[in-house]
């Protein structure tokens, strides 16, 4: 597949924060032979996928990339750093097993569910949970079916590693 790049990181817009997207050109997007709202895998140190929508006007031509801090954290790269993106294929997933990176009270699967629904993960990618008054944070551990990159559906289960907890949709 085609890899586009190098891009130059610059933060994400405030609305774009925690969201799974990264902005870049039209160009790029074009050159990937995808189209906005697709998934793109980011890569730099360590690779991570996200949506792609297009940047704002003012932005065009510049050859930036905005991406919010988690998604830096996710591919090892800060703002000012060069990455290199690439469309990808994303499955569908059955099964997503995470990692909390700190202790946590107990989650129910739905809210899992519910604010990581539509986005894609890759394995050993974070994932930001927010849980009053912060996030929980969780390292994607494993996923079912074997891919490079699934995508969370109504229908994903998942198993928090390091707990007590399974949660299943069919409780």
Known sequence: MQITGPLIIQPAHH???????????????????????????????????????????????????????????????????????????????????????????PVMEQYLNDVLYNQAIVKEQLVAIPYFPGSLIFTVKDYTPLAQSVMITSKTKFQIENTNYYFSNNV
């Not at 800060?78 to 700190?102: C, F, T």
């Open 15 to 105: 609305r774009d924060i925690g969201c799974g997207i990264a902005r870049m050109d039209y160009d790029v997007i074009d050159s990937l032979d995808t189209r906005t709202d697709s998934f793109v895998e980011i890569i730099s140190r360590k690779r991570t996928v996200v949506r792609c929508l297009p940047v704002i006007p003012s932005d065009e031509g510049k050859g930036v990339i905005r991406l919010d801090d988690l998604t830096m954290e996710n591919i090892g790269s800060q703002i000012g750093k060069h990455v290199y993106v690439k469309k990808i294929d994303v499955s569908e997933a059955e099964r997503v097993i995470v990692a909390p990176l700190q202790e946590i009270p």
